[in-house]
């Protein structure tokens, strides 16, 4: 696969925006921003399409264990989802909070029910899921 050079025209402020984000990020350079953003499209427009994409993900939440039943509403999720779960990992924030992150692999639409299911429990403060499309010839 060659690479090509292309021409963007874009107004100071946008391009001053785009400098940014690219120094945030730590790219070396814009292309390696826009190689990343059309990815970042790419896979969004894909898992829009087709749930059914076969995908890992990570979902990680931090909750409350004073929340009545709980760790146990969680844990049953897990067991439901036995199929799609490959790793569990427990991080004790203090004497109250933990952070669970699960390892996760199956299809789109499946790895986001589980998601909004732990992440709908009573007690679960804020979560996150982060999916990544597996190709036959690449990851996304």
Do not use: W
């Not at 199956?106 to 299911?117: D, M, P, R, S, V």
């Amino acid at each position: 696969m060659g690479t090509e050079r292309i021409t963007v025209s874009l107004d100071t402020e946008l391009l001053t925006e785009l400098d940014q984000l690219a120094d945030d990020g730590g790219y070396r350079n814009r292309s390696e921003l826009f190689r990343d953003m059309i990815r970042e499209k790419r896979k969004d427009k894909l898992l829009e399409t087709d749930p059914g994409t076969p995908c890992i993900a990570t979902l990680s939440y931090v909750f409350d264990t004073r929340k009545r039943t709980l760790v146990t509403r969680l844990m049953d999720n897990l067991h439901m989802f036995n199929r799609i779960v490959r790793s569990t990992m427990l991080v004790c924030l203090d004497e109250h909070f933990r952070m669970e992150s699960i390892a996760l692999e199956g299809t789109a639409e499946q790895l986001q029910q589980f998601a909004n299911i732990q992440l709908s429990e009573s007690g679960v403060l804020n979560g996150c899921l982060h999916l990544v499309p597996l190709m036959a010839d690449e990851t996304i």
